[in-house]
């Protein structure tokens, strides 16, 4: 029996509470029609261990070939509505899988195969990530539909686990070093329920940084079991070309000081331009929603001052962050807290 799994999960990254810690959010990270993701596949290997401050050294990856993801609107693709509920599709393999994104989740609605031979519809959808999602951030579920193949239709049930355990420095093939980068493991577990029913278990791990909206790495581990007999798959890949955008960025080009933080009325934003640059800085509450851009201009090399008002421009208390772009590249996110 042929056996479909997402390879990638495709979320909103940005940086937050420490320089070390990515937050996940809509806005970044999130899965956006008309992008293609392109990634070279490689032999499996171990993913090491969670927790703070890691390094993850993947330098010696062995290659194996290209992979390319598609991202479309599902009313480019759902011609017959299959899938109604979807407002995005991703395409990989040739395998399309069904989603339904807003700021708040991204949930998977449902998969056809490659060749429209296999159909899985789920009335009770798999929530692949909930924003916004940092280091220590988890969360569980069920879900279930039907799986449909051919002359055979049979009922689907099963469980989930998302968590973001770990953040670190990630190195990649080729010498490259990802400083700031969050790993989040997800798990799920599901029966379909044939005459003799198929249990399959998929661990995935993927890591994040702030400046790319595709994972950089993903390492995958599928185990399926039937009348106790078990078979063991693996696949693995990372993003070669983003891998050389991250290492140019990676240079000083924007220092950014904010304080107080937390603040009561007002914060000022201090910051340094190394070289002249677009500079954009916005201001975004923590569903991902943006309050306000602050700072949108072409800069000259220098050092510039911002001071922001919470009253008067009704700022209510929370948390919030500031996301700095130089020349259309997000470079870093800050947390910021307004108080009492």
Known sequence: MKRFYNFLLVVSVSSAISA????????????????????????????????????????NLEEVNDFEGFIKSSYEVDEENIFPESNVV?????????????????????????????????????????????????FTGSYGGTYKSSNLEVEIDGTYEVEADGYGKLILPDGVEIKNTLRVVSKRLYTRKFSNPNDVEIITYRWYNDTERFPLLVLTTIKSTTNGKSSTSYQAAYRET???????????????????????????????????????????????????????????????????????????????????????????????????
């Open 20 to 59: 070390q810690n990515v937050v996940l959010t809509h806005n970044n990270h999130a899965l956006s029609a008309d992008n293609t993701n392109q990634m070279k596949l490689t032999k499996y290997v171990s993913p090491g261990n969670g927790g703070e401050n890691m390094l993850w050294d993947f330098s």
């Open 242 to 340: 983003v891998a050389t955008a991250i290492e140019e960025i990676d240079v000083e080009l924007f220092d950014v000081k904010i304080y107080p933080n937390p603040f009561e009325n007002q914060f000022t934003i201090d910051y340094s331009v190394q070289k002249d640059a677009d500079i954009l800085i916005e201001l975004y509450d923590n569903t991902g929603k943006k309050v306000k851009t602050l700072v949108e201009n072409k800069l000259q090399q220098g050092n510039y001052t911002y001071q922001y008002n919470a009253k008067e421009n009704n700022l209510s208390q929370g948390v919030y962050f500031i996301n700095y772009l130089v020349d259309g590249k997000l470079t870093s996110t800050k947390k910021i807290v307004q108080a009492k």
């Open 90 to 138: 991703l395409n990989e393999f040739g395998n399309k899988f069904y989603f339904k994104l807003n700021e708040e989740s991204l949930e998977q609605y449902g998969m056809a195969s490659s060749s429209g031979k296999v159909v899985i519809e789920y009335d009770r959808p798999y929530v692949k990530m909930k924003y916004p999602f940092q280091y220590g951030n988890s």
